[in-house]
Each structure stands twice: as C-alpha cells, then as structure tokens.
C-alpha cells in the first residue's frame, strides 16, 4: 500500500512556542492532503484540507491563524501550530489521497506535548 | 450532524469468533466506503473498501457487507485473533470529496 509519512513523531515543547509537523507520501502523489486531531478512544477530527498550491480549506471552529498549513508540493504538506498551548496538546495525524485510487493513506501521527 | 453512524462503540469477542461492526449514512451521494484499522499509538490503516455496484467483498478474514437499499455496511471478521485488537474505523465519501468517519469501535479478542 501507499506510505506517508509524517516527522516528527512525538515532539514536547513549551507553551507558547511554534511547532512544524511535516506530511509526505513517498510512493504517490497527493493533491490533496488532510490534517485531523484525535483525542484519546477517539474519532478523528478533520481540521483542514489542503490542496496543492492552493490555501487550505478549515473545517469550522479551527482558527486558520493558528494552525497553519502549506501544501506545497504533490508530495509535502506542513502544519504548524503557532503559539502552542497545553490544550493543544493531541495527536495531529495527516492523510494524503492518492487520485489513482480515490482513497486516503494516513502517516502514523505525531503526538504533540505542550508544557 | 454525524454523516456516518457507527456501532456498536466497544467489542469483545473470543478467539475464533466473529466479530461484526456495522455503519450507516444517509447522503447517498457517498459511492466509496473504506475501513480503517488503527493500533494505540499509531496512524489508521487502511482495511478494506468497496464501492457501491457490490454487495459483498472478502479479503482474507476481512469481509464487507454492503446494503445499499437500507444505506448500511458492516465489517465482518472472522477467526478474530488477539492481534485483531484496535480500533476500527468506518468511512463515507462522495467521490473526489472529504471522507465521513464514524465515531470507531473498539475491539477486543480475548484468548
């Protein structure tokens, strides 16, 4: 199956520092690509979608301003969280859709610690 | 508004047995219906998929069953094993478009 991967895995950092989570498919290419939250025993929560050279599509009630996101090639996508905070702190995972196959392939997460 | 309605929430079931998680949707717009596998810790994977011009479709121990005419799929593992432990996820999405996820199960296979 296709593979994304996401760097970096687990990251701590402290409040009110800016944290940058990347997103590759290696072995395709994604025009589109999508970032979730989950929470633990959790569903995933669709944050943005992101288009290739295009800006970001957000899901209601996540600030633009503060989860930043830039699609910049058919293969990467970043998220950066400005200014985190504690109740940022979740596990950010991204998925990237392969248009031959009309299906989405996740990264493996990256879990976010802000202190 | 939850597109796709997933049950039942958590499932235990014994070494060798089956283990059945069923979906629902409404839009019927949706023409692709995945499931995803996902361990603690780690991104889902995909499963299984199947689109709506077939009713059943088996891969391995993996089988979906798909009732267009009541808008219902249901995953169905047979010989469940231990390591089929995860949560399992549902989705729904119109082709070209965002996916829908259900709200997940939780499996447990006991030895």
């Known amino acids: 199956g296709a593979v994304v991967s996401q760097h970096p895995s687990w990251v701590i950092c402290k409040s009110g520092t800016s944290v940058k989570i990347e997103c590759r498919s290696l072995d395709f290419q994604a025009t589109t690509m999508f970032w979730y939250r989950q929470f633990p025993k959790q569903s995933l929560m669709l944050m943005a979608t992101?288009?290739?050279?295009?800006?970001?599509?957000?899901e209601q009630g996540v600030e633009k301003d503060k989860f930043l996101i830039n699609h910049a090639s058919l293969t990467l996508s970043t998220l950066t969280v400005t200014s985190a905070h504690p109740e940022d702190s979740s596990f950010y995972i991204c998925?990237?859709?392969?248009?031959?196959?009309?299906?989405?392939?996740f990264g493996p997460g990256t879990r976010l610690l802000v202190l | 508004q939850q597109q796709v309605k997933q049950s039942p929430q958590s499932l235990i079931v014994q070494k060798g047995g089956i283990s059945i998680i069923n979906c629902a949707y409404e839009?019927?717009?949706?023409?692709?219906f995945p499931w995803y596998q996902q361990f603690p810790g780690k991104g889902p994977a995909l499963l299984i998929a199947?689109?709506?011009?077939?009713s059943e479709k088996k891969e391995g121990r993996f089988t979906i069953s798909f009732n267009k005419s009541a808008k219902q799929f249901s995953l169905h593992i047979m010989d469940s094993q231990p390591g089929d432990s995860a949560t399992y996820f549902c989705?729904?999405?119109?082709?070209?478009?965002?996916?829908?996820f259900g709200t997940g199960t939780s499996l447990t296979v006991i030895p």
């Open positions: 989705a729904a999405t119109p082709t070209g478009n965002q996916f829908y």
């Open positions: 992101s288009n290739e050279g295009s800006k970001a599509t957000y």
């Open positions: 839009n019927t717009a949706f023409d692709y």
């Open positions: 998925s990237a859709r392969d248009v031959r196959q009309e299906t989405q392939y």
């Open positions: 199947i689109r709506p011009d077939v």
